[in-house]
C-alpha cells in the first residue's frame, strides 16, 4: 500500500496520546491523523475535541479509528501501555507493557505498515527493542523516543543555571530512559563554545557538585512530576512533536533517540537512547560520539542493566 506521507497514527488515547495528538495539531505537520484505543469511546471524544479546535488550528482531518486505517500512515506513534505510578519505576513496566505491545504489533504488522514505529510507552528503551524484534521491520524504521525528553530537561536547567537561553545548550543525556541514563558533560556546549570556556569567560562555577546536582534534577524529574500530579504528559508531547517534524520535513537533525544497536560502542542485543540522525526514513545513522572513560563506563553500566531487563522478556 502506498504510504501518505501527512498521515499519521496515534495508538494509545491516554494523556501521553491525546498530548501528542494536540501537539500534532499546533504543529501542522499532518493532513490526516487517526486516533486509537482500546476503549473506542475515548478515541472518538479526543478526536471530537480537538476537531473543535480545528478552526484556530492546521487544517487538517482528525478522526477515531480501527488499525486497517494505520496501513497506509507515514507514522505510527504507541503510547499504549499502563502509566507510571508514584513509587515505581519505568523498568516496573515491563511485563504488562511488553504484552500490551505484542498485541498493538500483531494487528500493525498484519496490515503491512510501511510506515516508522515511533514507541514512546516506558519502559521505552526495553520496548522500543522488543518492537524491533517482534515486529521484524528494519532497524531505521523502529525509534522510541529515548532521552530526547530528558536532554530537554537537561538544556532548561542549564540554560537557567546559565542565564542563557536553552536553545543555545547543546548537551545530551544518553542511554536508558531512567534510573541508569547518563549527561555527556565532556561534549556540552554554548553555541560552540565548551562548556567550561564559557563557564570561565562568565565568571561562573559548574563544577563536579553543581553538574551531579543537574544531572539529578534531570534524572529524577519524572518522580517528582509524578507525585506532584500524578503523570507526566507535556514535555514528552513536545518531544514526539521534534520527533515528527525531523521525519515528515526530514530534517536529518540529531536526536538522543532509542534505537536497536547493531556494533555501535561495541554493542548488540540491545536499544539505548543515542545521538542519531534522525529523517525521513527513520534514524539514517547512529552516531558515536567522543565520551570520558568515565562516561564510557556509564553508558556500559547502562547498557548492562538493559541486557538484564530485555533478558526478562520471550523474544
Known sequence: MKIDPRKAAIVGCGQVGASIAFRFLQQGLFSRLVLLDANRDKAE??????RDGLPYGAAMEITAGGYDDLADCALAVITAGANQKPGETRLDLIGKNTEILRSVLREITARQFGGILLVVSNPVDVLTYAAWKLSGYPRERVIGSGTVLDTGRLKQLLGAELRVD??????????????????????????????????????????????????????????????????????????????????????????????????????????????????????????????????????????????????????
Open 45 to 50: 471524544g479526543e478526536a471530537m475535541d480537538l
Open 166 to 315: 536553552s536553545r543555545n545548550i547543546h548537551a545530551f543525556i544518553i542511554g536508558e530512559h531512567g534510573d541508569s541514563e547518563l549527561a555527556v558533560w565532556s561534549e556540552a556546549n554554548v553555541s560552540g563554545l565548551a562548556l567550561e570556556d564559557f563557564c570561565r569567560i562568565r565568571g561562573q562555577d559548574l563544577g563536579r557538585e553543581e553538574r551531579e546536582r543537574l544531572y539529578r534534577e534531570v534524572r529524577d524529574s519524572a518522580y517528582e512530576i509524578i507525585r506532584r500530579k500524578g503523570a507526566t504528559y507535556y514535555g514528552i508531547a513536545m518531544a514526539v512533536g521534534r520527533i515528527a517534524a525531523c521525519i515528515v520535513k526530514d530534517e536529518r537533525a540529531v536526536l538522543p533517540v532509542s534505537v536497536a544497536l547493531n556494533g555501535q560502542y561495541g554493542m548488540e542485543g540491545l536499544a539505548l537512547s543515542l545521538p542519531s540522525i534522525v529523517g525521513r526514513e527513520g534514524v539514517q545513522e547512529i552516531l558515536e560520539i567522543p565520551l570520558s572513560r568515565e562516561e564510557q563506563a556509564e553508558l556500559e553500566a547502562s547498557a548492562a542493566q538493559m541486557r538484564e531487563a530485555i533478558g526478562t522478556l520471550r523474544l
